[in-house]
C-alpha cells in the first residue's frame, strides 16, 4: 500500500509505502486521514501456482498417469467420456492414469500433444 499527500495548509506533503499484511482498521484510518485518492492500495491478486495451468501441465510430465489426468481434466473429459473416444472402459482409463503402461500415441492425438507426454 502507498500512501501519497500532496500537502495543504493542514497537513505537509508526505508519501510513504506499506508492505506486508496490512489490517483493514489501518487502511480505513489512513483514507480517513488522507482521503481516498491519496491512498492507493494494490492488491497483488496473486494466484497459487499450484493452480496454474502452465504448472499443472509441468507436474503433469512427471508421470504418464498425471499426463492423463492432467489432458483429460484440461479438456472437460471424463474417465467415460475418455473410454468411448478409444473404444475401451472406464476402467482401463483408471487403471492407465495409475500406471506407466498407456496408449501414448491414441492420446496424444486425442488431446493434440506430443505422444512422449504420455511415455
Do not use: C
Not at 26 to 52: A, S, W
Not at 82 to 96: E, G
Amino acid at each position: 500500500m502507498k500512501v501519497e499527500h500532496v500537502g495543504s495548509r493542514e497537513k505537509p506533503p508526505i508519501e510513504f509505502t506499506i508492505e506486508g499484511n496490512i489490517p483493514d482498521k489501518l487502511i480505513r484510518g489512513l483514507v480517513r486521514e488522507y482521503g481516498p485518492d491519496n491512498v492507493k492500495t494494490e492488491d497483488d491478486d496473486m494466484i497459487n501456482v499450484f493452480d496454474m495451468d502452465w504448472y499443472k501441465e509441468e507436474e503433469a510430465k512427471g508421470s504418464p498417469g498425471k499426463a492423463l489426468r492432467f489432458y483429460s481434466k484440461l479438456n472437460g473429459m471424463t474417465q467415460p467420456e475418455l473410454a468411448k473416444r478409444l473404444d475401451t472402459t472406464k476402467q482401463f482409463i483408471s487403471n492407465r492414469e495409475n500406471t506407466r503402461r498407456m496408449m501414448a500415441y491414441e492420446l496424444a492425438a486425442i488431446f493434440n500433444v506430443p505422444a512422449a507426454r504420455f511415455i
